[in-house]
């Protein structure tokens, strides 16, 4: 799950207004000219294209008559989607940031509760991709990698509306998310591998089926970070408003 560009963003817009513009099932165009109508490259546009499938948006189809085309929204798309329509300002990421942070204990519940075998090989692949970034001193790959984590958990849950409500909001903070600064008294490289740590512990809690460590541990995860930052200051790289990200445009 790659960090968004801006011009995808900007791009899955123009199309979004497109498609929330004209009946659902209405043929919007094909790739290449919407692509123009853009004015971005196709791997931007193929970005832009992810983004616009994972909201519910747009629909593709092959072939002679193919293109894109207008999605019919379910309940549920049209509640994750709102939450699309925050702007870039750090306040605003704070706060999907707040409310991911208030349903990460729901999930935990259900992963303690659900997670097979298999699932816990998959949150391990994830954070085996954190050590690694460590490992690397590449902050990018390392938010990343926990974003994946973060959605891993989520897929876990068998409530559908949960999981979609929280995987939207990290496609909010994901999509506002520019760079990755130093921030603070304590070296970049040293947060992300206390980080690490944290997340491996959780995943072996997970495992053991340990509520109490589990919950300890989603609670340092999500109380151990300073105050709000103003819109300009940096950011932290799984908190936007509190450390080391920059939201994007």
């Known amino acids: 799950m790659p960090l ?87 306040g605003d990421v704070a706060e999907a940031v707040r409310i991911r942070d208030a349903l990460d204990p729901l999930l935990i519940e259900d992963a303690l509760w659900h997670a097979s075998p298999a699932d816990i090989a998959h949150l391990r692949r994830h954070v085996t991709a954190m050590e690694h970034a460590v490992t690397a001193a590449d902050p990018v790959a390392f938010v990343q990698a926990n974003w994946r984590l973060h959605a891993a958990i989520a897929s876990i849950s068998p409530n559908a509306l949960l999981g979609s409500f929280y995987t939207h909001l990290l496609d909010v903070i994901e999509s506002r998310t520019r760079t990755v600064l130093p921030a ?49 200051a940096p950011l932290d790289p799984e908190r936007p408003g509190r450390g080391c990200l920059t939201p994007g445009p």
């Not at 512990?201 to 109490?212: K, Q």
């Open 4 to 90: 968004v560009s801006g011009r995808a963003e900007r791009a899955a817009q123009r199309v979004a207004r497109l498609a929330e513009s004209v009946p659902p099932g209405s043929r919007l165009g094909t790739k290449e000219k919407l692509r123009k109508l853009c004015g971005v490259s196709v791997g931007t546009f193929n970005e832009a294209l992810r983004l616009l499938q994972a909201r519910g948006l747009v629909t593709v189809k092959p072939g002679p008559g193919g293109g894109l085309f207008s999605a019919e929204q379910s309940p549920m798309v049209r509640l994750g989607n709102s939450f699309l329509a925050l702007d870039a300002r750090a």
């Open 184 to 232: 603070g008294d304590q070296p970049l490289g040293d947060y992300i591998a206390h980080r690490h740590v944290l997340h491996r512990d959780l995943v072996d809690a997970l495992d053991r089926r340990d509520r109490e460590e589990a919950m300890r541990l989603v609670q340092e995860h999500n109380t151990a970070l300073g105050t709000v930052a103003s819109p300009t």
